[in-house]
């Protein structure tokens, strides 16, 4: 079962990852968007860490939804609506439980997923963040593992795509043979899920 | 590449500064960023707010006075702003009359105004949207997310700013903006690419011997690159792209726009060669504005924007306006 515990530290293993790949992120986001990706993502989580400390939820849903609310708030751009989004709704389809099981994780974070689709228009193979949204969240029943496999997966097959969403779309065609930044940090949310994991086992904080 | 900052962090920040020691009939919310008329809300007016990524200075908040914007918020480099900060602006300056949101089709920007008009309906403030879509050079088809907004924004905000202090109701004010937006269109090039703070180098690699057509006001490459072109090659192009799609009626106001790092010397040859091209067309041109307006921090290039007006527009564009950018009249 997973508690609060294991969603503070899933989001602060979240934060690593995005203070460690910032530069990557937006690297990727420089040829095909505007080269502000990794800036954008580590300020929000940086905030999302502050404001869990202050405020410890004391449920998986309201850790989820809270951390969703100051993305939205300190983000800006497409992926601060998008990504707190993904995890308000989450967090919602959660509901008030103290602790819930990976199987009822995995059905709230596809509701998640879909809120996210909603929003922004968006389908598999449009080279957005739900390239590796989808299959990983689909993957998720099956283990927190075949979760990262399948994102990181996901995310690398947006190289040759077109992207029909968001700036990369204006380029065309131009936009084939990039990685989308937006996939590549949906990717890290399932890589610090077996952090959190990890973590939970050995009972450290992630990024130590 | 060389900038004349203190740190990348707080680049946004200081230009608010700024701003405020700079222009005190301004009233720079430099925490919130929020930049607003002092004497906001104006009892029975309509404000119209606006705001999008930092790094196209002077647009927005440089078009904040009398006759134009009641506010402006303003995001990260090239990072739209978040809802909070509309909100915000949307209560300052709401006199019950209720604010009209100015919004570029950018994902970013179109995703945060719409939870921002949500959340400010739900604290009672009447918000009323227009879309501003203007660059013929996106297809705008079911495959894309559609036209870009760039240099028409300054049509849009000086024309629904002046039906505002009018007086005219929302609907009104809303129906001037979607009017101008749709009788607008804008084309522009990149002689080189801009450098964001954040990254201190170029955002993408344009050779010295080439030229970017169609390209975005974040950086963003445009859709074809050729040899470099002449200022009367270049105006050809973009005239023509922007007369194409538009249709050959008249008269029009003209934006010829600088993206940041070309000279108003070149502008103005430029400008001539815009006039050039309209008069071979046959399109008469009413009033032209040349300026650094909507800019891509220090990329080199320019943008031609055409607006198809009638009486009215006319009449508003020629009325009183007071901003740090941009002013006459009064």
């Given at each position: 079962m997973l508690d609060a515990d294991f969603f503070r530290r899933w989001l602060a293993s979240v934060a690593a990852a995005v203070e460690r790949e910032a530069d990557r992120l937006t690297e990727l986001d420089s040829p095909i968007g505007d080269a502000d990706h990794g800036g954008n993502l580590r300020r929000g989580f940086t905030a999302v860490v502050a404001v869990l400390e202050k405020e410890a939820p004391a449920t998986p849903g309201s850790v989820l939804t809270l951390a969703g609310r100051q993305l939205i708030s300190t983000v800006g751009g497409a992926s601060g609506p998008l990504y707190g989004t993904l995890l308000r709704r989450t967090g919602a389809a959660l509901g008030a439980e103290p602790q819930v099981s990976a199987a009822d994780f995995a059905a709230a974070l596809r509701a998640g997923v879909a809120a996210v689709a909603a929003l922004g228009g968006a389908a598999p193979?449009?080279?957005?963040?739900l390239d590796a949204l989808v299959p990983g969240a689909d993957a998720l029943p099956t283990s927190f593992a075949a979760a990262r496999e399948a994102a990181l997966q996901g995310a690398l097959a947006t190289i040759p795509l077109q992207a029909?969403?968001?700036?990369?779309?204006?380029?065309g065609a131009r936009s084939v043979g990039h990685q989308d930044p937006g996939a590549a940090s949906s990717a890290l949310l399932f890589e610090a899920l077996t952090d959190a994991a990890e973590a939970t086992a050995t009972g450290k904080t992630p990024g130590e | 590449m060389k900038m004349l900052i203190n740190v990348a962090e707080t680049v946004v920040a200081d230009s608010l500064r700024g701003m405020a020691a700079a222009y005190p009939e301004l009233a720079v919310d430099v925490e919130n960023r929020v930049v607003a008329r002092r004497d906001a809300p104006v009892a029975g007016k309509v404000a119209v707010v606006s705001g999008g990524g930092s790094g196209h200075e002077p647009l927005h908040g440089g078009f904040v006075g009398p006759g134009m914007l009641s506010a402006a918020c303003p995001g990260e480099v090239f990072t739209s702003p978040v809802p909070d900060q509309m909100v915000r602006a949307a209560a300052a300056v709401d006199s019950g009359a209720g604010v009209l949101f100015v919004v570029k089709n950018y994902t970013g920007d179109v995703l945060n105004f719409d939870m921002a008009a949500e959340l400010a309906q739900d604290e009672g403030v009447r918000v009323a949207k227009v879309l501003v879509n203007d660059d013929v050079a996106v297809t705008d088809s079911l495959y894309t997310a559609g036209r870009r907004g760039t240099g028409a924004t300054l049509f849009v905000e000086k024309l629904a700013g002046a039906a505002a202090e009018e007086g005219m109701p929302l609907a009104r004010v809303e129906a001037t903006a979607r009017r101008v937006n749709d009788t607008s269109r804008s084309f522009g090039v990149a002689l080189s690419a801009c450098s964001t703070p954040a990254k201190g180098s170029p955002t993408f690699d344009l050779p010295a011997g080439e030229l970017e057509l169609g390209v975005g006001i974040h950086g963003e490459p445009g859709r074809e690159r050729r040899p470099m072109m002449t200022s009367g090659e270049i105006a050809d192009f973009a005239v023509n792209a922007v007369v194409e799609d538009l249709g050959p009626r008249d008269p029009v106001l003209v934006l010829v726009n600088g993206m940041g790092a070309t000279p108003l010397l070149e502008l103005y040859g430029f400008t001539a060669e815009v006039h050039r091209v309209l008069r071979e067309r046959g399109v008469a041109v009413a009033r032209t504005l040349v300026g650094n307006y909507v800019t891509s921090l220090d990329m080199t290039g320019a943008s031609v924007t055409l607006c198809q007006i009638d009486e009215e527009l006319l009449r508003l564009w020629d009325a009183p306006v007071r901003t740090a950018a941009l002013r006459w009249g009064m």
């Open positions: 193979g449009d080279k957005t963040m029909h969403k968001g700036r990369a779309s204006y380029l | -």
